[in-house]
C-alpha cells in the first residue's frame, strides 16, 4: 500500500522567513513525487515534480529516500506563496496518492 | 482548450436523492480520477478510469458509481444522497499516448460543492 503523510495541517511563517513544509511517504517501490498547490478559490495545480528536478516560484523539493521525505522548501517566503499544499505520491501508473494536506499561511 | 471542465458547480440533495456529476476533459488523456476533498482529510481517491469502457475502486468507493461510455467524459453517480457525502469532488485526468501516465502531472476541475440535508 501507498502511503503520504503531511504531519502539519496548519503552518504560519512571517515574510521573508525560510519555510518547509513536510512530507514523508511509504512505498516499496521506487514512487514518483508531485507537490500540488490550491489557492484560494483556485484549481489545484502542480507545483513542482521529483522528476523535473526544477525550483518553481522559488520551490524546491528533494526525494530522500533513506528517509522516505519530500519536503517542499523556499527560502524566503512570500505573501503570495499563503495557500493549501499537497504532497502527492504516484507508484503506479494508475493511482496518486495525496496527503491530508498543509495550509501555509505567510503574514505580512 | 478547456482542459478539465465539471458540472455543475455547486448541487443542494436531500437525503436519498440522485445525482451525476459530469467531467469532460478535451487533452486525449487515458487515465480519469474522482476525488472528494474533505477538512483534515485531503484528498481521497473515490473511483479512477484507465481508458474508455473500464473503471475501479479507489479508497472510497462505497455510495458512489462511475461511468466512462467516451474517453473524454468520467461521470461519477450517488444513487441515494447521504449527508456524509456532502463535501467538495474534484475531478482529474491524465496521461496521453505521448506522455508517460506514470508520472504525469494531474490536471483538475474547478471542483463541485455538494452539500446533502
Not at chain 2, 488523456?29 to 473515490?46: A, K, N, S, T
Request: proline share 4%.
Amino acid at each position: 500500500a501507498q502511503r503520504v503523510t503531511q504531519p502539519e495541517k496548519l503552518l504560519s511563517v512571517f515574510k521573508g522567513a525560510p519555510v518547509e513544509l513536510k512530507c514523508n511517504y511509504s512505498y516499496s517501490g521506487s514512487p514518483e513525487l508531485f507537490w500540488y498547490v490550491q489557492y484560494s478559490r483556485q484549481r489545484l495545480q502542480l507545483l513542482l515534480r521529483h522528476i523535473s528536478r526544477e525550483s518553481i516560484k522559488g520551490f524546491t523539493a528533494d526525494l530522500n529516500k533513506g528517509e522516505t521525505s519530500f519536503h517542499l522548501k523556499k527560502p524566503f517566503a512570500q505573501e503570495e506563496d499563503s495557500a493549501m499544499y499537497y504532497c502527492a505520491l504516484s507508484g503506479s501508473a494508475r493511482q496518486l496518492t495525496f496527503g491530508s494536506g498543509t495550509q501555509l499561511t505567510v503574514l505580512p | 482548450n478547456a482542459g478539465v471542465t465539471q458540472t455543475p458547480k455547486f448541487r443542494v440533495l436531500k437525503t436519498g436523492q440522485s445525482m451525476t456529476l459530469l467531467c469532460a476533459q478535451d487533452m486525449n488523456h487515458e487515465y480519469m480520477y474522482w476525488y472528494r476533498q474533505d477538512p483534515g482529510m485531503g484528498l481521497r481517491l473515490i473511483h479512477y478510469s484507465v481508458g474508455e469502457g473500464t473503471t475501479a475502486k479507489g479508497e472510497v468507493p462505497d455510495g458512489y458509481n462511475v461511468s466512462r461510455l467516451k474517453k473524454q467524459n468520467f461521470l461519477l453517480g450517488l444513487e441515494s444522497a447521504a449527508p456524509s457525502q456532502t463535501s467538495v469532488y474534484f475531478c482529474a485526468s491524465r496521461g496521453n499516448r505521448v506522455q508517460s501516465s506514470y508520472n504525469s502531472p494531474l490536471h483538475f476541475g474547478n471542483g463541485t460543492r455538494l452539500t446533502v440535508t
